[in-house]
């Protein structure tokens, strides 16, 4: 209790400065940089669709480990997912501490952002904002992907996205997660210092050129890869539940339906 009262009064019982804010700071980052580093490969492995129906369904196995236990064994997937819940559970809470904690300081942090038109507090507010929504967003496509892990291949991810209109649940995820996870690196190597150099004008320059690059470079694969999904679905629309069989017909993908 007495380190939850001094992550937010940056004050100990004793009126001393605390050194909690700043440890909860670190621990704030570390997780973010991981759910980054994270959201890097799901993206990569997610978009494994654009080179085909048989890649994204290998990729899938391996991840059941189908190379140790024949046929895979989708509850492998389920303990990762708890795992990624866990560390996106710690980061969401370390990051609730900084929200505006009224309408009023809200309002005061907008007009302050619009008078400097500072960059870096509009980023802060994006940061907070898109998180609020990732909380809602990411816990329902973490449950699902927890519940259901063998429903994760070709066919089955692509009736999810279509039937299950998870698209329009994608979409908004997508946004948020790719601005945030970039501006939230770029904001940590400024606030730690990372990349320091002789400049610090160029640093800051050259990172806010990385984190728009990081951010374009996903929107768009993100988007690519989504349209994949819904072009596969609408395709499948006729027969929902339908199983993918690779093309050298080893196992086929196990679906609820
Ligand atoms: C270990 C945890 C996770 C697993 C196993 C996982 C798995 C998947 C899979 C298989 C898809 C393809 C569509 C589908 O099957 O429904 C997908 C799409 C997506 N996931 Fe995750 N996911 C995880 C965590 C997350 C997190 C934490 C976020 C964001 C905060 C996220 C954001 C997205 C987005 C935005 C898409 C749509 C991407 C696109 O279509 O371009 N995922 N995920």
Not at 2 to 26: C, N
Request: with cysteine; glycine share 8%.
């Amino acid at each position: 209790m007495e380190k939850i009262i001094e992550a937010y009064t940056g004050l100990t019982i004793e009126g001393k400065k605390s050194q909690t804010p700043a440890k909860y700071d670190k621990l704030l980052t570390a997780t973010g940089v991981v759910l980054a580093l994270f959201m890097m490969g799901h993206m990569f492995f997610v978009s494994t669709i654009l080179l085909g129906k048989d890649v994204m369904y290998k990729v899938t196995k391996l991840f059941e480990l189908d190379f140790i236990f024949e046929g895979g064994l989708p509850i492998i997937v389920s303990i990762f997912v708890a795992i990624i819940s866990f560390i996106f559970i710690i980061h969401a809470l370390l990051g609730i501490r900084k929200f505006p904690t009224s309408y009023k300081t809200y309002i005061k942090v907008k007009e302050h952002a619009k008078m400097m038109n500072h960059k870096d507090t509009s980023m802060w507010m994006f940061q907070w904002i898109s998180g609020l929504i990732m909380i809602f967003a990411a816990s329902i496509h973490l449950y699902i992907m927890f519940t259901q892990p063998e429903n994760i291949g070709p066919y089955a991810s692509a009736q999810r996205v279509v039937s299950e209109n998870m698209w329009l649940l994608y979409a908004i995820l997508l946004i948020c997660v790719e601005i945030h996870g970039s501006v939230g690196l770029y904001r940590a190597a400024m606030k730690w210092g990372w990349f320091d150099g002789e400049n610090p004008k160029e640093t800051r320059k050259k990172l806010y050129n990385t984190k728009k690059a990081l951010s374009a470079f996903f929107l768009v694969l993100g988007f690519i890869t989504l349209l994949a999904y819904v072009k596969i679905g609408i395709e499948n629309g006729s027969q929902p539940g339908i199983k993918y069989t690779p093309k050298n017909n080893i196992s086929i993908e196990i679906s609820k339906k």
